[in-house]
């Protein structure tokens, strides 16, 4: 690649600096870094915007902050001038991305794929602007290949290429079978990025060699190869394992304030700073600081956490409902208060009642199985006492509440 930066003025460079360390904050890997630097300064030079992608496969439109993690970064770029790509894949939605499957994957209807698409729209306006962004399905070219082209396409690539990656050594080591079809996911996310023409790539570290097809396609099409961008996957509350709904370890943009703010103050202290950096809008600068006076010991640490609960509410939100979430959070789980606003399930029942009961009445835990083990773990309190013999026949009385754990409640209300 040609050598832009020594064709900058000195503020030119300074600029270029200035991105690299926004972009390169909390980043996993960038291949390869030079020529992401070399693309800013052709940007700065040429005042042209560099072409952002971000691709999606919309199989699950519950967004949490592990999906803001790329989401921010796209953000930076967007704040700095460069033109987002926000690719739908509608046609490779259908197929089903094999990342980390021992199995293939359900293949979504076009029903599903819009709605679930519509979702992401919604949800990711809270982090970006989608007025500024460019928006592509890519059905649009890849529904209109002829079979002779796909035969042309798949001839870019060999099958020892493909099979490096490591879901479909794994199912070969066990003898797992691998459809054809999965084969063409990888290929078709590298031809999007030709037909896009795009500069950088943005993806998880899971998305590694999807992202590299990529550059591959582009170089095979004599195009200007794309940089892969990859983000961490960021754990989730329990410190160890991917943020997911299924591991319940997950905090929402779609949650309340109350409770983005509480899940947030159960955050792992190990995990503040790369919080900070993945799902934040501080900068390097301000993170840095925050370190330094954590290691210090100049800021608590619970004071820090106080400070990235709010930060997280007043995004999703607004500082008035992280500030009322931060007073809540102090009344219920600090001085032990039972909340104002507590949701009223109204009894029908008869005049007594066991603990699993009432917890199913208000549906506050899915099963009886689950509310036995919740109880067994000193989970549950009735107006505020622990209860700990699970078939006790509690006396109903109107405005009795139900406990579970630190942030679920209900109050039982009994009609006269």
């Known amino acids: 690649m040609e050598n832009f930066i020594e064709k900058l003025t000195r503020e030119q460079k300074e600029e270029v600096k200035r991105q690299m360390k926004l972009y390169t904050q909390g980043v996993q890997e960038i291949i390869p870094a030079e020529e992401l630097e070399q693309k800013l300064a052709k940007s700065i030079l040429n005042n042209e915007p560099l072409k952002i992608k971000l691709g999606l496969d919309p199989s699950a439109p519950d967004v949490h902050l592990g999906h803001t993690v790329v989401l921010n970064k796209m953000r930076q770029f967007q704040e700095n001038g460069h033109k987002i790509q926000l690719l739908i894949g509608d046609f490779t939605g259908k197929i089903g991305d094999p990342t980390e499957k021992s199995v293939a994957r359900k293949q979504l209807t076009d029903e599903e794929v819009k709605r679930n698409a519509k979702t992401y729209f919604e949800q990711f306006g809270k982090v970006m602007d989608m007025s500024k962004v460019d928006l592509y399905y890519n059905s649009k070219w890849l529904s209109k290949l002829n079979f002779e082209e796909v035969i042309g396409l798949a001839g870019k690539i060999t099958v020892a290429r493909l099979l490096e990656r490591d879901d479909f050594e794994e199912r070969i080591a066990l003898g797992k079978p691998i459809s054809l079809h999965e084969f063409f996911y990888p290929v078709m996310q590298g031809y999007d990025s030709v037909m896009l023409e795009c500069d950088i790539e943005l993806g998880g570290t899971?998305?590694?060699?999807?992202?590299?097809?990529?550059?591959?396609?582009?170089?095979?099409?004599?195009?200007?190869?794309?940089?892969?961008?990859?983000?961490?996957?960021?754990?989730?509350?329990?410190?160890?394992?991917?943020?997911?709904?299924?591991?319940?370890?997950?905090?929402?943009?779609?949650?309340?304030?109350?409770?983005?703010?509480?899940?947030?103050?159960?955050?792992?202290?190990?995990?503040?700073?790369?919080?900070?950096?993945?799902?934040?809008?501080?900068?390097?600068?301000?993170?840095?600081?925050?370190?330094?006076?954590?290691?210090?010991?100049?800021?608590?640490?619970?004071?820090?956490?106080?400070?990235?609960?709010?930060?997280?509410?007043?995004?999703?939100?607004?500082?008035?409902?992280?500030?009322?979430?931060?007073?809540?959070?102090?009344?219920?789980?600090?001085?032990?208060?039972?909340?104002?606003?507590?949701?009223?399930?109204?009894?029908?029942?008869?005049?007594?009642?066991?603990?699993?009961?009432?917890?199913?009445?208000?549906?506050?835990?899915?099963?009886?199985?689950?509310?036995?083990?919740?109880?067994?773990?000193?989970?549950?309190?009735?107006?505020?006492?622990?209860?700990?013999?699970?078939?006790?026949?509690?006396?109903?009385?109107?405005?009795?509440?139900?406990?579970?754990?630190?942030?679920?409640?209900?109050?039982?209300?009994?009609?006269?």
């Open 206 to 416: 899971d998305q590694h060699f999807n992202i590299l097809m990529g550059r591959h396609f582009q170089e095979k099409f004599g195009k200007e190869k794309q940089v892969a961008l990859l983000m961490p996957l960021l754990e989730g509350l329990d410190g160890v394992e991917k943020m997911s709904k299924s591991k319940n370890n997950y905090i929402g943009i779609d949650e309340t304030p109350e409770e983005m703010y509480g899940k947030a103050m159960s955050i792992r202290d190990e995990q503040m700073i790369k919080y900070f950096e993945l799902v934040t809008k501080f900068t390097p600068e301000e993170i840095a600081k925050i370190k330094v006076d954590l290691e210090t010991g100049e800021l608590h640490p619970k004071k820090a956490k106080m400070l990235l609960a709010k930060t997280i509410v007043s995004m999703y939100h607004d500082e008035e409902a992280a500030k009322k979430a931060g007073q809540h959070f102090a009344s219920v789980f600090q001085q032990g208060a039972i909340p104002i606003n507590v949701a009223e399930i109204e009894w029908k029942g008869g005049e007594t009642a066991s603990p699993i009961d009432l917890i199913m009445h208000a549906n506050l835990l899915g099963s009886k199985s689950e509310a036995r083990r919740m109880i067994d773990n000193n989970g549950v309190k009735i107006n505020g006492e622990k209860v700990v013999h699970k078939d006790e026949q509690l006396v109903i009385s109107d405005g009795l509440v139900i406990q579970i754990g630190k942030r679920k409640f209900a109050k039982i209300r009994v009609k006269a």
